[in-house]
């Protein structure tokens, strides 16, 4: 049952937040799921999902303090 639990595929909610923040930070989609071995967003598990979901958000946080930094700058 483990096993199960750590395969079980994740919600549409955390496809849905995967996708906006895909969108949001103008990353290659084909590219992440490459990366994390699926073939689309719907096929990850909780465990991929929580890397992928951290990774984007750091992605969106570097993005954002960069623009704040540029926009200093003028």
């Known amino acids: 049952q483990e096993y199960k639990e750590a395969h079980k595929t994740?919600?549409?909610?955390?496809?849905?937040?995967?996708?906006?923040l895909i969108s949001t930070t103008n990353t290659d989609e084909k590219i992440?799921?490459?990366?994390?071995?699926?073939k689309k967003i719907e096929e990850?598990?909780?465990?991929?999902?929580?890397?992928?979901?951290?990774?984007l958000e750091a992605k969106l946080a570097k993005e954002e303090k960069a623009q704040r930094a540029g926009e200093t700058k003028q």
Do not use: N, R, S, W
């Open 10 to 20: 994740i919600t549409k909610e955390q496809v849905g937040k995967i996708l906006d």
């Open 32 to 38: 992440m799921c490459q990366y994390y071995k699926v």
């Open 44 to 55: 990850m598990t909780e465990e991929i999902y929580q890397k992928a979901y951290h990774a």
